[in-house]
C-alpha cells in the first residue's frame, strides 16, 4: 500500500523509488503483484508517465485511510510497550539542509532512539498531529494552531511559480495583483482554512484540487495554472520539472518552517527534538 501511494501521488515511478529509497525494478514488481491480486489496472502506463485508472483511484483513497491507520495502531503499541521512540512529521522538502542537520545531530544526541517519519500530503499542515499520528511535525505554518505549540524555525520567501513560456516568467518580481486573473490550486474539502488562504495569498481563488507538490506543479505545466512555492535552501529548484521557473513575490508574506507539538505533550524527546531543530535550522 505504501508502494502504490507512493507512486499514485508521484505518477512517477522513479521520483516514487526515490522517495521511498528504494530502486525502480522492484517497485515495479510489487506493483505489478497489487495490480494482479486487484484483478485490474491502477495505473495507465504511456511513454510520458503514468496516470491513476478509476480503479486506482478508489484504491487510493482506501490505501490512506488504511496507512493512517496503520499508523496509528503502531504508535499506540509502541506507547503502551513503553518504546523508546519518536514519529516525526514532515511535510514538504525531505532534501532541505536543515532536515539533513537536524537528523544527525539528533541520532548524535539519542543512538537508542527508534525516529520513525511520517511524509504526508498538503491537505493536512500539522502532519497527523491532532489525530495521534506524530508526536511532532516539520511542517510551515500558518494553520490553526488551536490546542498546539509552535516553534518558528525559519522563514523562506515565496515566489510564483509558472511556465517559463509564460510572458510574467521573465519579470525579476511580481506582486500578488499581477496574478489575479489566473486560475489557483486548491486543496481538498476540509482543509484547513487559514493554510488554505496563505496558499491563495489571502484572497479567493478558483482552480484544480491538488493534494501533492507534484500535482501542484503539474497543473502549471499542463493548465498554467498559479503555485507558489518557498524559495531558497535548495527550494524548489530540485523539484521542477523542466519549462518551469519561479520568480520571486514582492508582497507576498514569508512561509515560516516550524516545529509543532501538541500542547501540554511533555515527552522529553519531543523537547530535545524542538531544541535540536531550532540549532539545526539557524545554520
Known amino acids: 500500500m505504501r508502494y502504490f501511494v507512493a507512486v499514485a501521488e508521484e505518477l512517477h515511478f522513479g521520483r516514487a523509488a526515490a522517495r521511498l529509497h528504494m530502486s525502480q525494478p522492484p517497485l515495479s514488481r510489487a506493483i505489478k503483484q497489487l495490480e494482479a491480486e486487484a484483478g485490474a489496472a491502477l495505473f495507465a502506463r504511456s511513454s510520458g508517465g503514468v496516470a491513476l485508472t478509476p480503479v486506482g483511484a478508489v484504491l487510493l483513497d482506501e490505501a490512506r485511510a488504511l496507512l493512517d491507520q496503520a499508523d496509528l495502531l503502531r504508535a499506540r503499541v509502541a506507547a503502551a510497550a513503553g518504546l523508546a521512540g519518536i514519529t516525526v512529521g514532515i511535510l514538504g522538502n525531505g532534501t532541505d539542509p536543515g532536515i539533513t542537520r537536524l537528523a544527525a545531530a539528533f541520532r548524535r544526541g539519542h543512538p537508542g532512539?527508534?525516529?520513525?517519519?511520517?511524509?504526508?500530503?498538503?491537505?493536512?499542515?500539522?502532519?497527523?498531529?491532532?489525530?495521534?499520528?506524530?508526536?511532532?511535525?516539520?511542517?510551515?505554518?500558518?494553520?490553526?494552531?488551536?490546542?498546539?505549540t509552535v516553534r518558528e524555525l525559519r522563514a523562506d520567501p515565496v515566489g510564483a511559480v509558472l511556465r517559463t513560456d509564460d510572458p510574467?516568467?521573465?519579470?525579476?518580481?511580481?506582486?500578488?495583483?499581477?496574478?489575479?486573473?489566473?486560475?489557483?490550486?486548491?486543496?481538498?474539502?476540509?482543509?484547513?482554512?487559514?493554510?488554505?488562504?496563505?496558499?491563495?495569498?489571502?484572497?479567493?481563488?478558483?482552480?484544480?484540487?491538488v493534494r501533492v507538490v507534484q500535482e501542484c506543479l503539474q497543473a502549471v505545466l499542463w493548465n498554467s495554472t498559479v503555485g507558489l512555492a518557498p524559495l531558497g535552501h535548495g527550494l524548489p529548484e530540485n523539484l521542477l520539472p523542466e519549462n518551469l521557473t519561479v520568480v520571486p513575490l514582492a508582497d507576498m508574506a514569508p512561509s515560516r518552517v516550524v516545529s509543532v507539538w501538541n500542547a501540554g505533550d511533555n515527552n522529553p524527546l519531543i523537547r530535545s527534538f524542538v531544541e535540536i531543530a531550532t540549532t539545526a535550522y539557524r545554520h
Open 113 to 148: 532512539v527508534d525516529i520513525r517519519i511520517r511524509d504526508t500530503d498538503l491537505t493536512d499542515p500539522t502532519c497527523g498531529l491532532r489525530a495521534g499520528l506524530v508526536d511532532v511535525a516539520l511542517t510551515r505554518a500558518p494553520f490553526d494552531e488551536t490546542a498546539l
Open 168 to 209: 510574467l516568467a521573465r519579470r525579476d518580481h511580481l506582486d500578488l495583483a499581477d496574478l489575479a486573473d489566473r486560475r489557483w490550486f486548491q486543496f481538498p474539502q476540509g482543509t484547513d482554512p487559514i493554510w488554505q488562504s496563505y496558499w491563495n495569498g489571502g484572497e479567493p481563488r478558483e482552480g484544480p484540487v
